[in-house]
């Protein structure tokens, strides 16, 4: 019998757990490892590496005609605290916070971090509410809930057209390139010499205060937004060295794009830098064919010590690390792991990924995932060492209380408790009351089941958005989120995305958006087709199989609520917009692709 092929080796934190049953039926579980000492205020971290890592680099990124641009601890440090002075000389406060428009860049952290010390929240956006929106009716929306006292954009130009939609007259516009008339440069705000002013709102600053507002899209509406506390931010990141306990050998290097609007990238991955002590290397690249070009170059000059994308960008680049064998030995000659997240991999990929870095290390890399949510800062669940295929999200991080609520469905709802859980939305008591149940138990949203009944500690499964599941006429349930994924994996590579259909129908049916290859296709009713007949056939019963298909030829629109902050499908959005498809699917419309059999 042939041994397993090891893992690199790398130090993580214990996974075990403990489970406590009640009469109702309803489980909890934690991690019996108690939570270490994290900081009061997340600027400690910085003030403790800027004294001693003083020349290590913090943040850097690349600019086409200079190459990389960094800001070490001490520079971080030192500019963030001026722009803190200028803000607060402005008499901002949690009534006039700062909103901040463009992506990642260096600016737009000092900002951030300038407003922790100053004790003012900011609300980073996402650029598409400003750049792809045509109506601008998001971004409209988070001006009147937030009621900003200073709005900041990297480029006055390339935003002009959004802030003169939505400025308020109240709000005070600063610039960093390309200023636009009555815009405040940035370099005033840098001018300014820090005094006591602000050391007495520093001060004031304790676990509790709001430090961020993330903005998330819920099934329908208006984005809302998250509170985000220091304690929050503190805490997770203390989870997260527990886990990756190789944090402590050495400070973490990423190359990373993903946008600091979502909590992934702006609080998982800055705060993973942050809290340990490493360097963050800005990616100018996409995870789309016209950047991910981009992406690949950043990263054959800085080898990242844990890379963390979403699926799609783990997808793109695997051609490259296939047919480059200069690029693929530099991407793995230190990388202790990569974390996927986001959405879920699927099975094609997690294997190609493992199968190329076994060819090029002679041993296995872990490849994890877990579980979370803005809510949660965002890390809750953990994956485990020894999870060999996509969906698998670990166990509860130490701190973290893990309440299973039986459904009717047969299922179990995920409900969360621990000092990273946000105390609400902003301004909005209706939509903060609904989202804790009597306990204080965060309803995050999804069913989780056991990856193994009869041994607990190896964690759980993903089992479905709650919000996304329904029933048949038959009565029978239909889980949204697992039946999704297999059909876009089934139909690789031609489906970008599917909405599922068929409340209250007598059959399932899917919305498809296909990828270019799938718009592309010769025949591409018969290919479809054909899709569906052999997916029937390993799902059968009327709750896994897909019965009638409309490809889509229009996109998700971001105006229409189809598509996310994230990037990701709104599917409740998706089947109020498009009821002509949807009926289309159960009068057998002409134009529907469709199984001879319906169920």
Same mark, same amino acid.
């Given at each position: ?26 489980? %909890? ?36 005609? *200079? ?20 803000? $607060? ?13 463009? +992506? ?8 951030? /971090? ?17 750049? $792809? ?140 830098? !942050? ?9 100018? +690249?996409?995870?789309?064919?016209? !950047? ?27 051609? *490259? ?36 870095? !076994? ?32 969906? %698998? ?24 408790? +621990? ?9 909005? =008591? ?13 309803? %995050? ?86 899709? %569906? ?7 059968? +019963? ?9 490809? =889509? ?9 189809? /598509? ?21 699917? *159960? ?13």
């Amino acid at each position: 019998m042939t041994a397993p092929v090891p893992y690199r080796n790398v130090r993580l934190g214990p996974s075990d757990v403990v489970v406590d049953r009640r009469s109702d039926g309803t489980i %909890l579980v934690r991690s019996p490892h108690a939570l270490g000492k994290y900081p009061e205020r997340m600027t400690e971290p910085l003030d403790y590496w800027a004294r001693h890592a003083s020349y290590r680099t913090f943040l850097a990124q690349r600019e086409p005609k *200079y190459g990389w641009r960094n800001v070490t601890y001490a520079e971080a440090q030192f500019f963030a605290r001026r722009i803190g002075q200028a803000l $607060v000389n402005r008499g901002l406060s949690v009534e006039r916070p700062v909103i901040i428009l463009s +992506g990642n860049d260096i600016e737009h952290a000092l900002i951030g /971090i300038a407003c922790m010390y100053a004790g003012i929240p900011y609300a980073p956006i996402s650029t598409a509410y400003s750049l $792809v929106s045509t109506d601008f009716g998001q971004l409209r929306g988070i001006f009147e809930l937030l009621t900003p006292g200073l709005v900041y954009v990297a480029d006055g130009a390339k935003y002009e057209r959004a802030i003169r939609a939505v400025m308020p007259p109240y709000a005070e516009l600063v610039v960093n390139v390309n200023p636009i008339p009555g815009a405040t440069p940035l370099a005033d705000l840098l001018s300014s010499e820090p005094d006591g002013s602000l050391q007495a709102a520093y001060a004031q600053v304790h676990a509790d205060t709001v430090f961020k507002i993330l903005f998330t899209s819920g099934s329908t509406g208006m984005p809302k937004g998250v509170i985000n506390t220091h304690r929050m931010w503190a805490s997770n990141q203390e989870m997260a060295r527990a886990f990756f306990q190789f944090l402590g050998d050495e400070p973490p290097v990423i190359v990373d794009w993903l946008p600091w609007n979502h909590t992934f990238g702006g609080n998982a991955d800055v705060g993973l830098v !942050l809290y340990n002590g490493g360097s963050l290397y800005i990616d100018r +690249g996409r995870p789309t064919p016209d !950047l991910i070009g981009e992406t690949v170059h950043s990263l054959r000059m800085i080898a990242p010590t844990m890379y963390w994308n979403v699926p799609k960008g783990f997808e793109g680049l695997i051609p *490259y690390l296939r047919e480059d064998a200069a690029f693929r030995k530099h991407f793995f000659s230190r990388v202790k792991l990569l974390y996927c997240a986001g959405a879920g991999l699927s099975q094609k990929v997690w294997d190609e990924l493992t199968e190329i870095a !076994l060819q090029e290390c002679g041993e296995r890399i872990l490849l994890l995932t877990g579980l979370g949510s803005t809510e949660t800062a965002p890390h809750a669940l953990f994956g485990l060492k020894d999870s060999d295929r996509p969906g %698998l999200v670990g166990v509860p991080a130490p701190g973290v209380e893990l309440k299973l609520v039986p459904s009717g469905a047969g299922k179990l709802e995920a409900r969360l408790r +621990g000092p990273n859980i946000t105390p609400g939305y902003w301004r909005r =008591l209706d939509l903060t009351r609904a989202a804790f149940d009597e306990e204080g138990f965060y309803k %995050l949203g999804d069913n989780l089941r056991f990856a193994d009944e009869n041994d607990l500690g190896k964690g759980f499964v993903f089992d479905g958005r709650i919000a996304e599941d329904f029933k048949l006429s038959s009565g029978t349930w239909v889980s949204v989120g697992p039946l999704r994924a297999r059909f876009i994996a089934h139909c690789a590579p031609y489906v970008q995305d599917v909405v599922i259909t068929g409340h209250d129908r007598d059959y399932i049916g899917a919305l498809i958006f296909p990828t270019e290859e799938g718009r592309e296709a010769k025949d591409r009713r018969s290919l479809f087709k054909q899709f %569906l007949k052999t997916f029937a056939e390993t799902n059968p +019963g009327n709750s896994k199989c897909i019965a009638a298909a409309f490809i =889509l030829e229009d996109p998700p629109s971001i105006d229409a609520h189809e /598509i996310t902050d994230k990037g990701s499908i709104n599917q409740r959005a998706v089947l109020d917009n498009r009821p002509e498809f949807v009926e289309g699917l *159960y009068r057998l419309s002409e134009k529907a692709i469709t199984l001879e059999k319906k169920f």
